[in-house]
């Protein structure tokens, strides 16, 4: 047999969730039922400018795409409040984004710092480059970073360190003077991972200008309804920027996808109502939840709430399951690394999808 990487062995393959149509054919549902509150979506679907942009872009596919996406960069450096030189784009939604980065800053043996529970893809992608993931603490009781747990974590062998705010699973906030502190006590990589912020209406691209070792990261799959093109975009220190772009793949991201998030970037009208209405849904999930004495609900400044359910008496995979069977998918987060089997994360919806999601949840709980 043709030899593998030692480090490829150990890595358990990804193992996705289940289509609508698996879950539609598994529990005899009609595709067109299921409510999807599972991937943090945008439930308004694409804006219609990026809708009539790629459409207009089908006849030229056989074409290479653009390598250097000066249009898109200049459009997300208008968006960002930064210069050009401080924007890079990939394909694969900000997956690919945290591949370069680990690319260009670790070697084997070197280490990442993650607080958990967090996105767990960090973790996931660079495994494979043969790094240590270190784990830092979110306390989950009080939603908040444990902020001298991740200066605590930072060490001689450290090349990144991934501050998500929001957090996901959590939906809790860092600090900025938290996020000042952790750059100010290294010379390493602080990627913030700002994949929600809109929802959030707090961003950190003030702290760029006095700090060369900031990276935020961000994405096109949320509010901006683009998850199934896959677009995501880091900014950062100009020199990380040109070192990245040494190992980044040149035409990673498609004519289609580049054209869906200019028309995306420029339609503000769109990401102001995506953003409003995803806002709206939260709140009005959040409400109905608390009304549930046998669960316990977490503020969120995304566009998902993190739910403990062990007062309902099941563990998070059975009432997962539950609500499966009634077409209605949300995330069981016994995966996340911090968190224990009664946890499941709920995103927003429509406002009636929200409201069915209460009501079956209501029949099954109570």
Not at 28 to 41: F, Q, V, W
Not at 242 to 254: A, G, I, N, W
Not at 357 to 362: D, I
């Amino acid at each position: 047999m043709v030899k593998i990487r030692n480090k490829i062995n150990d890595i358990e393959p990804y193992v996705p969730g289940r289509s609508i149509k698996e879950i539609a054919d598994a529990y005899g549902l009609k595709e067109d039922e299921i409510i999807k509150l599972g991937s943090n979506e945008n439930p308004l679907g694409p804006s219609p400018a990026a809708v009539e942009a790629m459409e207009r872009e089908l006849e030229s596919v056989h074409r290479y795409p653009e390598s250097a996406l000066t249009d898109l960069r200049e459009a997300i450096a208008d968006y960002a409040g930064v210069g050009m030189d401080q924007v890079i784009v990939g394909g694969d939604g900000a997956d690919e984004i945290i591949d370069v980065l680990g690319r260009t800053f670790l070697e084997p043996g070197e280490s990442f710092v993650v607080p958990m529970p967090s996105y767990m893809y960090y973790e996931y992608t660079l495994q494979a480059h043969d790094a240590r993931a270190v784990h830092a603490r979110w306390d989950v009781n009080e939603n908040r970073l444990d902020l001298e747990s991740v200066l605590d974590a930072v060490d001689e062998s450290t090349r990144l360190v991934f501050l998500c705010t929001p957090n996901n699973p959590t939906g809790g906030l860092i600090d900025k003077k938290d996020i000042r502190a952790v750059l100010e006590s290294t010379d390493t990589l602080v990627v913030v991972d700002e994949a929600y912020t809109e929802f959030a209406g707090v961003d950190n691209t003030d702290l760029l200008p006095d700090h060369e070792n900031l990276f935020i990261l961000r994405t096109f799959s949320k509010v901006m309804g683009l998850a199934g093109m896959r677009i995501g975009y880091g900014l950062g220190d100009p020199q990380i920027i040109e070192y990245m772009h040494r190992v980044k793949p040149v035409f990673s991201l498609t004519r289609l996808s580049h054209a869906a998030a200019l028309a995306t970037i420029r339609d503000r009208d769109y990401i102001k109502k995506s953003t409003e209405y995803s806002i709206k849904s939260r709140e009005y999930l959040y409400s109905g939840l608390k009304k549930f004495p046998e669960l316990r609900v977490f503020r969120s400044y995304a566009n998902y709430i993190l739910i403990d359910v062990r007062g309902t008496g099941r563990t998070a995979a059975e009432l997962s399951e539950e609500l499966l069977r009634k077409g209605i998918i949300v995330r069981d987060c016994t995966s996340f690394t911090g968190l224990d089997e009664y946890w499941i994360r709920v995103s927003v919806g429509t406002l009636e999808e929200d409201r069915r999601f209460l009501e079956v949840l209501g029949e099954l709980v109570q």
